[in-house]
Structure formats: C-alpha cells, structure tokens
C-alpha cells in the first residue's frame, strides 16, 4: 500500500532554513509527481510545489508565496522527495504535507509541524 512519512519539521527563528523529506512506498516512485502542501492554522490546504516525475519536460511549480526561498527536489533512487526552506517567515508556520495522486486516489503523509517564531 501507498505510504508517505514526512519529517523534518521544527521550531526555527524568523530567517532560518529547515529541510523536509518525504519517504515513499507502495508505488513506482519515479512515475509519479509528487506534491507539497501545507495548512496553516485556520487556514485550508494549500499547493506549495509539484515535483514533475521522472522524464516529464516540465519545471517543478511553486506557489507564489514560496517562490526564490522555497526547492522541492526527489531522489529517485532513495524514493525521497525533499522541501528545503529558506528564509522562513511567520507565515510559513504549518503542518506540511506530502501527497501523491495514484489511479485517481490522493495520499497524504501524516504531515510535520513547522513553526517559525522567535
């Protein structure tokens, strides 16, 4: 069965950087685009980027509110989709999530708490 475990979630200080992973299995990993999202408190979910799956002409896509301080990447080989933030803000603080759409059927992670605060 499909399984998605994030971690890498933290307390940080406004401006610092933290690093998510998102380990997958039960699928052909590298077939399939990968996603971020998050939700904030009292907020809805929301796409923070799209990897591309292997081999698709396409740019991974970013959410304008993340864009220049936000990288999404994949390790094909270790099945691993990575979030590396930046500057964060505020803002950023939420449960950050990994997802996969498979045969119509969307996945998620059980999420990873982000909070930036000072």
């Known amino acids: 069965q499909v399984q998605l475990v994030e971690s890498g979630g933290g307390l940080v200080q406004p401006g610092g950087s933290l690093l998510l992973s998102c380990a997958a299995s039960?699928?052909?990993?590298?077939?399939?685009?990968m996603s971020w999202y998050r939700q904030g408190p009292g907020k809805e979910r929301e796409l923070v980027a799209d990897i591309p799956s292997f081999g698709r002409n396409t740019n991974t896509n970013y959410a304008d509110s993340v864009k220049g301080r936000f990288t999404a990447s994949r390790d094909n080989a270790r099945n691993t989709v990575y979030l590396q933030m930046n500057n964060l803000k505020p803002e950023d603080t939420a449960v950050y999530y990994c997802?996969?759409?498979?045969?119509?059927?969307?996945?998620w992670g059980q999420g990873t708490q982000v909070t930036v605060s000072s």
């Open positions: 039960g699928f052909t990993f590298s077939l399939y685009t």
């Open positions: 997802n996969v759409v498979r045969n119509r059927n969307a996945y």
